[in-house]
C-alpha cells in the first residue's frame, strides 16, 4: 500500500496536510490515499483481525519511506495510534512518529463513479516508450502527448527548442481518435510502482480526470488530471 501511493504526496508546505499519505479504516478495510491536487493514489486492504474503524490520521512519508525499506519479508506489522502519534513494530524494529495535523481532502469525491472508454496497454512497453519520450520532453511542464487511434497509442512531444521524440506501441482500443495530454510524470510513476504485465487506462473526456489501474483490477489505482491541450 505505501509503495502504491508515497510517490503521489505533496511538497508544497503551504498544503501541509498534503504532504503525507492518509490512513484510515472504514468499511473494514484500510485505506491509504495521498495527493497533490492534481494526482490521487489510492489503495487498500482487507482488514484480517477484529480492528475497530478510526478517524483518519496523516503518516509522514519519512517514517513511511523506512517502512518500505525494512519490512521486507518481516510479515505481520503491528501499529497503534493515538491523537498525534503512530507506533509500528514488525520483527526487531519498533518506529514511532508525529502525526501531521490538519484535514485531509474529500479524497470520494475525486473517484469517479463511472468512466466508459478505456484503453489497455503493456505496462512494461508503455513505461519503456515513455521513457525515451522524456528524454526530449521540456523539464519546467514535463508536458507529453499520447495520441490514440484504433489499435495504437502515439507517445510524444513538442519541444522545437531541443527536438521532438514519437513513439508508438500496440493498444487495445477501438474509440475514435483522440489526443490526451498529461504530465508525464505522473503516468510513469504508477507504472514503476506496478508489477502486473498489463494496464488499463479509463476516461470519459480527454480534457477530464483519467483512471490507471491494473488488469485485472486490483486493491489500487491512481486518477490523474490531464493538462490543458494547446
Do not use: W
Amino acid at each position: 500500500m505505501i509503495r502504491q501511493t508515497i510517490f503521489a504526496i505533496s511538497n508544497e508546505q503551504a498544503r501541509y496536510f498534503m504532504n503525507g499519505v492518509f490512513f484510515e479504516k472504514t468499511d473494514n478495510k484500510f485505506i491509504m490515499v495521498a495527493t497533490d491536487g492534481r494526482r490521487l493514489a489510492y489503495a487498500n486492504k482487507n482488514a484480517t483481525a477484529d480492528v475497530e474503524d478510526f478517524p483518519g490520521v496523516i503518516i509522514p512519508p519519512k517514517i513511511l519511506n523506512i517502512i518500505m525499506k525494512r519490512s521486507g519479508d518481516e510479515g505481520m506489522a503491528e501499529i497503534s495510534i493515538t491523537e498525534k502519534t503512530i507506533f509500528i513494530q514488525f520483527g526487531l524494529y519498533k518506529f514511532s512518529s508525529v502525526l501531521i495535523d490538519g484535514q485531509f481532502p474529500n479524497y470520494r469525491r475525486v473517484i469517479p463513479e463511472k468512466q466508459e472508454n478505456h484503453f489497455n496497454v503493456n505496462r512494461v512497453e508503455m513505461l519503456d516508450a515513455l521513457r525515451r519520450v522524456s528524454l526530449l520532453v521540456e523539464q519546467n511542464s514535463h508536458r507529453i502527448y499520447l495520441g490514440l487511434s484504433s489499435g495504437t497509442i502515439s507517445i510524444y512531444c513538442e519541444e522545437n527548442d531541443i527536438g521532438n521524440a514519437k513513439e508508438e506501441i500496440s493498444v487495445e482500443y477501438s474509440g475514435e481518435d483522440l489526443t490526451i495530454v498529461l504530465n508525464y510524470r505522473y503516468l510513469e510513476e504508477p507504472l514503476k510502482a506496478m508489477d502486473e504485465e498489463k494496464i488499463s487506462v479509463l476516461f470519459n473526456d480527454p480534457k477530464k480526470t483519467i483512471t490507471i489501474m491494473p488488469v485485472p483490477e486490483k486493491d489500487f489505482f491512481h486518477i490523474v488530471m490531464p493538462m490543458q491541450q494547446d
